[in-house]
């Protein structure tokens, strides 16, 4: 496709192609919107006015042609009604109908007018152009309560690759506001005098992300608080997907930090929530990640891989579920895999530092099966750079120096990790995180001892 389109077959051939390849497109984004952001709920068969919004309701506005041919609105208007649908057809949430969304076409209203005109707590809204033959469509979350831009983002490619756009770009912007949507109605909840149970979990979720970044016992004390949340929340529904996949989770990395009780059975206390929370809710990403990484590292990485292949199943473009799976491909040795699986996770989520941290992390330990120390050691970096200073990522680095027999970066590098978690060995290693024989050789060559 090259100048705008001339002629009514032409038009029509246009459009036809553009919305067969866009839908798929536009479903990916609808399920991984609200599938990052937590599965929020409206609970039974309430209607909601205009005086109480519903955890996640949200309108999205048409979207502008800026194209400066009227010919091009077929383009935007079918972004808009495809993305409506497809968010509609999502269970339990709240999503303004499309001929009520289209009222607003062509007004110029404050976000916060139609967050009380329609009961929203959410806007999304956005544009598209189309300039001979490249598309460019910038999209803003708008807090419909206090008007504040909660995020943006845009994306410009060929309009002749739009499977490029579906596979890279929409699912790209999908994650970021994902995770956009978690803090906002995170914050929201710890605001809020409705201690519901979901904003109970929803708090809980924040803290666990926020808890990524923080030194050990500081974040020993974020999970404590969060799982303290998510046992509100089952008290107030024992039913709650949300909140048995975030006490899952709480468990999930209390075994891997050997925070925990001695003698507490985790396979009860993460597999159980994790298994429940899927059968209450097939769609729940969380417990699908968690159920994965606890088996991978609890050395059962073929269970593990199986859970993240059963996650990508429904959310193929889950940045996160591909960091699970790579965890699993590296404990089976299976480091290309693991590798290709963190490319594309890297192409999915270029800008989320909670997956970054993650990302980096296990692409480097991917690197150090390879025998790609140099690499390795590029991408445990990239893991300190993007704040994500946990006592492993210095302990790999140790090992990738100390195969490269650079033992002053090694030693000070190991020194570090222990510094972060003295209780670390080579078996420590090994008995809580993934494993890679090339790692462990690393840390006995840069002075870890075994026991």
Partial sequence: MTTAVKGKTAALESKAAVWSLRRPALAALAALLLLAAGGWYLLGNRSVGPAQAAHLSIVVLPFANLSGDPAQDYFADGITENLTTELSRIKDTLVIARNTAFTYKGKSIDAREIGKQLGVRYVLEGSVQRDQNRVRVNAQLVDAESGAHLWADRFEEDVTDLFKLQDQVVAQLAHNLGWVLVYAEGEKGARSKNQDAIDLAMRGWTLVHRSHQRPRDERLESL??????????????????????????????????????????????????????????????????????????????????????????????????????????????????????????????????????????????????????DRAIEEFHKALDVGWRQFYVHAYLAAAFAHLGKMDEAKAALAEAGRLEPRLTVKWIFDHLQNCPAVLDGLRKAGMPEE
């Avoid at 925070?259 to 429940?276: C, F, M």
């Avoid at 990484?293 to 473009?317: C, I, K, M, Q």
Wanted: no cysteine; glycine share 10%; aromatic share 8%.
């Fill in 224 to 373: 404590h608080e969060a799982r303290a949340l998510f046992d509100q929340a089952l008290e107030i529904d024992p039913s709650y997907a949300e909140a048995l996949a975030g006490s899952a989770r709480v468990y999930g990395i209390e075994y891997t930090l050997g925070s925990g009780t001695p003698g507490t059975n985790y396979d009860v206390k993460v597999l159980e929530p994790a298994d429940r929370a899927i059968a209450l809710d097939p769609n729940n990403i969380r417990a699908y990640y968690t159920k994965s990484e606890y088996l991978t590292l609890s050395h059962r990485p073929a269970d593990g891989l199986g859970a993240a292949d059963a996650g990508l199943a429904v959310s193929p473009n889950d940045a996160v579920l591909l960091i699970a799976r790579a965890f699993a491909e590296n404990s089976l040795g299976r480091y290309s895999q693991a590798k290709d699986d963190m490319e594309r996770a890297l192409r999915l989520s270029p800008g989320d530092p909670p997956i970054l941290g993650y990302l980096h992390v296990t692409a480097g330990i991917a690197e150090i099966g390879l025998g790609q120390f």
